[in-house]
């Protein structure tokens, strides 16, 4: 009885203490196998559907790698940018860093109605929209990870957590890397992450300022290259043209590599924020040469980083709902 009870405590703690220890950091209970045995198919029934909506369009991986972003900053990977406006719900869609420019909901609610037949009432839209990142990261050509799982999804939105916790495009270096490390992510996080604009689009509106009055002092952002800005204001005027599009890495626009960051070292970062990396500490300046220099070394840093902020603050257990729907929470 002794032996069997010495053996059980021992048993117990072999078990129980990874647990426990994973408890303290934020997404612990998070593990890649969560829906092995709830359901199967889960990873392959996103993966096809995120897959088809790139085929369709190329920018829609950029898109939905973004998403995962604008959730995860705004109280955690709960997918509460995915709701829309209700009686007792004021959507996130609506933010300044949002309105007119987030999007991929479509291909989300494609997921979720996939999933949901196959397996109903059983994974997140949190889930489900941290999956659609990595495959999209994936399928534009660039590095693989495990994502841990297990999120619930929120029961509410905040509107001023995604005008606030944000970083803008116009912030300043310090003001973006507060905004990181409030979301326990550092500088290393946060130009590996940056690495995203190696894909997708940016408005006029989002860098205009850079082109014509960086100050307020009638002058252009001199850090941005001469001719790269007099070719940007072809087509982003000092007024109108708000939504006009522009890749933000002109060199592979839809590939996911290192010219993120060659551009910046040749000073055609497009956002101010991309520019900065380079310019306002010596931490961020030397991470861009790095990888700038080494592609091999950002991918493996992107993919790191892509975790810890998939990690942010996730609902688990019982708190948070799996959403039937991922635009609103479920009639209780
Ligand atoms: C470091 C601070 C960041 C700032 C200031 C910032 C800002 C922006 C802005 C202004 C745009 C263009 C939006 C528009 O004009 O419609 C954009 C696009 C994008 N951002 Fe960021 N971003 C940051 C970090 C990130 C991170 C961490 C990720 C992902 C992990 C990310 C992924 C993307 C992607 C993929 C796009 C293109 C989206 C599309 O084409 O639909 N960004 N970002
Ligand atoms: C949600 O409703 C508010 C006002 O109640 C409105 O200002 C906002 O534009 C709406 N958001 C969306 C995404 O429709
Ligand atoms: C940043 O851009 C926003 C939106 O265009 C603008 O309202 C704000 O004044 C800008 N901030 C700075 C510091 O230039
Ligand atoms: C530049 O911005 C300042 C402050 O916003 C404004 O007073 C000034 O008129 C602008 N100048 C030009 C040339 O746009």
């Known amino acids: 009885m002794a032996v069997s009870m010495t053996t059980f405590m021992l048993f117990s703690v072999l078990v129980f203490a990874p647990l ?14 969560y829906y092995d045995h709830s359901c199967p198919k889960a990873l392959e029934i996103v993966k096809s559907v995120v897959a088809k909506a790139v085929a369709k369009e190329t920018r829609m991986a950029a898109s939905l790698l973004r998403l995962h972003f604008h959730d995860c900053f705004v109280k955690g990977c709960d997918a509460s940018v995915l709701l829309d406006n209700s009686s007792n719900i004021i959507s996130e869609k609506g933010s300044n860093p949002n309105r007119n420019s987030a999007r991929g909901f479509e291909v989300i609610d494609d997921i979720k109605s996939a999933l949901e037949k196959e397996c109903p009432g059983t994974v997140s839209c949190a889930d489900a929209l941290a999956l659609a990142a990595r495959d999209s990261t994936v399928l534009a050509g660039g590095p693989t990870w495990d994502v841990p799982l297990g999120r619930k999804d929120s029961k509410g939105a905040s509107i001023s957590g995604s005008n606030n916790m944000i970083p803008a495009p116009n912030n300043t270096f310090q003001t973006i890397l507060t905004k990181f490390k409030l979301q326990g992510l550092n500088v290393v996080d946060l130009v590996a992450l ?13 860098f205009r300022q850079r082109l014509y009055n960086q100050s307020g002092n009638g002058q252009p952002d ?24 522009f890749f933000l890495d002109f060199v592979s626009p839809t590939k996911f590599d290192n010219f993120y960051f060659k551009n910046i070292l040749a000073s055609k970062g ?3 924020s991309d520019q900065i990396l380079l310019t306002k500490s ?11 220099e080494n592609n091999e070394l950002f991918f493996e840093q ?8 998939g990690n942010i603050t996730p609902l688990t257990g019982s708190r948070g709902e799996i959403r039937k729907t991922c635009r609103k929470i479920n009639k209780s």
Request: charged share 20%; proline share 3%; with cysteine.
């Open 302 to 309: 992107f993919a790191k980083s892509m975790v810890k902020m």
């Open 194 to 206: 940056s690495g995203s604009h190696t894909i997708g689009n940016s408005r006029c509106t989002s």
């Open 270 to 272: 497009l956002l101010s």
């Open 20 to 33: 426990c220890l994973s408890h303290k950091s934020n997404g612990g209970y998070l593990y890649p196998q």
């Open 282 to 292: 010596s931490a961020s300046m030397d991470l861009v040469k790095k990888y700038a």
């Open 222 to 245: 001199y850090s941005l290259d001469r001719s790269y800005a007099a070719q940007l204001r072809k087509n982003c005027p000092r007024s109108g043209g708000d939504q006009n599009l």
